[in-house]
């Protein structure tokens, strides 16, 4: 098992920033890669950023290159989304998961967390 709790969300403006933390309380974090994903309202889950275990591979969907930075520590076995020029079409519940792999695939990974609301106005 590897627990996950993601952090950071809240409620801001559009145009502004947020980072959200999970940190999984596991010593095997490092062994995992790490996904975010999300999910708004009446809407599928959607894949968001993905990096590998030593950070050596990084994915981002399309939709956030350039404002979404996803980053690890793993001394702190944390894993961290940084959202910039944050747009209401961002807002979401979003949620961290660890797998074996880097992957947009939902299905890729193992762990989840139970999410952190991320609400944009306008």
């Known amino acids: 098992q590897v627990p996950l709790v993601e952090s950071g969300g809240g409620l801001v403006q559009a145009g502004g920033s947020l980072r959200l933390s999970c940190t999984a309380t596991?010593?095997?974090?490092?062994?995992?890669?790490m996904g975010w994903f999300r999910q708004a309202p009446g809407k599928e889950r959607e894949f968001v950023a993905a990096?590998?275990?030593?950070?050596?591979?990084?994915y981002y969907a399309d939709s956030v290159k350039g404002r979404f930075t996803i980053s690890r520590d793993n001394a702190k076995n944390t894993v961290y989304l940084q959202i910039n020029t944050l747009k209401p079409e961002d807002t979401a519940v979003y949620y961290c998961?660890?797998?074996?792999?880097?992957?947009?695939?939902?299905?890729?990974?193992?762990?989840w967390g139970q999410g952190t609301q991320v609400t944009v106005s306008s």
């Open positions: 998961a660890a797998g074996p792999f880097a992957s947009n695939l939902e299905g890729e990974y193992d762990y």
């Open positions: 990096i590998s275990w030593n950070s050596g591979s990084i």
């Open positions: 596991t010593r095997t974090f490092a062994n995992y890669a």
